[in-house]
């Protein structure tokens, strides 16, 4: 008989609470995944999360394809904890809007907050598709807990609400003669609470200047010598902060 092809072990988002011996409850689309795509027998590893109780080691229990269930044995990772790091974004197209979902997932970003702006042109926003790629990204990218998503709000009522606490830190395009991202970083001062914001393609009107230019903790910073569109910029920034401030920099 062939042998079976070695295969990285899958690692999946499962809801449940988390114990030795328990058994947890698959999707048809996880069943599919580990019967038909993965070719997983009955005793196979599955590397489990369910965004509160770590990272688990599982096996599967069953005969039947696409009839599994996962019973964890142990606990492997301990739960991680990520920056206080939030990404305020305005909508964008459609494909944009996920690769900025996708990305700050990995990159480790906490919560994420469609805006909606005076220059916004896409508001269509889908909590279930937004919440299966961010699940997706995390379970490749080997993340224990999810970032929350916000529904979209529009842009004055979520400034209003901004906590007093939170250093606010945006990009701004009119400063991009004789400044970089990188400069404007490395200028703030340490802050363990930020929001990273990300205007529209067509970038901030002159009332949300005017209101983020009298915010106590809002903090404007340099795109570069080119212009970059919102899903550049987005992990741009996150890039820079999680370099100089968050579990990225230096110990």
Not at 88 to 111: D, H, N, Q, Y
Not at 203 to 213: I, K, T, V, Y
Request: glycine share 8%.
């Amino acid at each position: 008989m062939k042998p079976r092809a070695a295969h990285r072990t899958p690692r999946l988002y499962v809801e449940g609470d988390y114990a030795p011996n328990v058994a947890l409850g698959l999707t048809p689309e996880q069943q599919h995944y580990l019967s038909g795509v993965m070719r997983l027998k009955a005793g196979d590893a599955v590397r489990v999360f369910n965004g509160k109780d770590g990272e688990w080691q599982a096996k599967v229990q069953g005969q039947k394809p696409r009839q599994f269930a996962l019973v964890l044995d142990d606990l492997k990772t301990a739960q991680e904890t990520v920056p206080d790091l939030a990404l305020a974004f305005a909508l964008v197209k459609r494909s944009r809007t996920e690769f900025i979902i996708e990305k700050a997932t990995e990159l480790g970003v906490r919560a994420l907050i469609p805006l909606i702006t005076d220059f916004t042109q896409a508001d269509r926003w889908k909590p279930d598709r937004a919440r299966m790629i961010s699940i997706e990204a995390a379970e490749q990218c080997g993340r224990t807990v999810l970032p929350t998503l916000a529904e979209p709000c529009g842009f004055p009522d979520w400034l209003s609400r901004m906590p007093d606490d939170r250093m606010l830190i945006y990009g701004d395009e009119r400063r991009a003669e004789g400044a970089t991202l990188a400069d404007g970083m490395a200028a703030l001062a340490p802050h363990d609470k930020a929001t990273l914001l990300i205007g529209p393609e067509g970038g901030f009107s002159r009332a949300e200047h005017q209101a983020l230019s009298a915010h106590p903790l809002a903090h404007a910073i340099g795109l570069g010598p080119r212009i970059l569109r919102a899903d550049t910029a987005a992990v741009s920034m996150i890039t820079l902060w999680q370099e100089r401030f968050g579990d990225w920099a230096p110990s």
